[in-house]
């Protein structure tokens, strides 16, 4: 019998379990990659704001590395978690895994080149007839996250787009941030106002991911 000493080196047990491991780790991590970088980016029409995101626009966040993006979304409000979610979904997104995992940091100023994330129907793309369409709607000084809901849809129609899921978060986002009542399901108007013009609400300011989580099922989309 020959001596398990006498194996070549890669078929030893303790070299070739883990280099196993390693192997689909690679793999994985680049087929998370390909996906990411595979999705698509709209093209939208004249765009005018450099940062589309409001809550990006108020937050400001450093763009020198990844860790210090993610303090500063939290300085403005945004829970570790949901920081660190958005903070990645939005790097693979635009950069990769490489340079992800590398700490490299989201660029604000190019959020209309996205893969998957990017979206035209937003509100601020619309500022005055949303302003408009809020007010006719607010009952007592309210709106309802129904109403942002119908709201989108009508914005998404003008575009002549199908609302992605990146879209519908915007909304339950603009909610939360905006000091949105999960048991009443309204808002002010004036805050959501604020937000859509990228400036500070009066209330709210802060968006957990549990909001952000049960913001989004109050929204009852048609597709």
Same mark, same amino acid.
């Given at each position: 019998?020959k001596?398990s000493?006498?194996?070549k080196?890669y078929?030893?047990k303790r070299i =070739?379990i #883990?280099? +196993?491991?390693?192997g689909?780790?690679f793999?994985l991590?680049?087929?998370? %990659?390909? /996906?990411?970088r595979?999705?698509?980016?709209p093209?939208?029409?004249?765009?005018?704001?450099q940062?589309?995101?409001p809550?990006?626009?108020?937050?400001k966040?450093?763009?020198?590395s990844?860790?210090?993006?993610?303090?500063?979304v939290?300085?403005?409000?945004?829970d570790?978690?949901m920081a660190f979610?958005?903070t990645?979904?939005v790097?693979?997104s635009?950069?990769?895994?490489?340079?992800?995992?590398?700490g =490299?940091? #989201?660029? +604000?100023?190019n959020l209309?080149?996205?893969?998957?994330?990017s979206h035209c %129907?937003? /509100?601020?793309r619309?500022?005055?007839?949303?302003?408009?369409?809020?007010?006719?709607?607010?009952v007592?000084?309210?709106?309802g996250?129904?109403?942002?809901?119908e709201?989108?849809?009508?914005?998404?129609?003008?575009?002549?787009?199908e609302?992605i899921?990146s879209?519908?978060?915007?909304?339950?986002?603009?909610?939360?941030?905006a000091?949105g009542n999960?048991?009443?399901g309204?808002v002010?108007?004036?805050d959501?106002?604020l937000? +859509?013009n990228?400036?500070?609400?009066?209330?709210?300011?802060?968006?957990?991911?549990d909001?952000?989580?049960?913001?989004?099922?109050?929204c009852?989309?048609?597709?």
């Amino acid at each position: 019998m020959k001596s398990s000493t006498n194996k070549k080196w890669y078929k030893r047990k303790r070299i =070739k379990i #883990p280099a +196993i491991s390693f192997g689909i780790i690679f793999l994985l991590l680049m087929a998370v %990659d390909v /996906y990411f970088r595979t999705r698509s980016i709209p093209e939208c029409a004249d765009e005018t704001s450099q940062i589309q995101c409001p809550f990006l626009a108020i937050s400001k966040p450093s763009t020198e590395s990844r860790s210090a993006f993610m303090d500063d979304v939290q300085k403005s409000g945004m829970d570790q978690a949901m920081a660190f979610g958005a903070t990645m979904q939005v790097s693979l997104s635009q950069n990769g895994l490489w340079s992800t995992l590398f700490g =490299k940091a #989201p660029d +604000i100023n190019n959020l209309d080149k996205v893969h998957g994330i990017s979206h035209c %129907d937003r /509100y601020n793309r619309y500022t005055n007839e949303v302003e408009k369409q809020l007010e006719e709607r607010e009952v007592d000084g309210k709106i309802g996250i129904q109403d942002l809901v119908e709201i989108k849809e009508w914005i998404a129609e003008k575009e002549g787009v199908e609302i992605i899921s990146s879209s519908k978060q915007e909304t339950a986002l603009l909610f939360g941030y905006a000091g949105g009542n999960l048991e009443t399901g309204k808002v002010f108007t004036e805050d959501i106002i604020l937000l +859509i013009n990228n400036k500070m609400p009066t209330r709210g300011g802060k968006m957990t991911l549990d909001l952000f989580e049960k913001a989004q099922k109050l929204c009852k989309w048609k597709n």
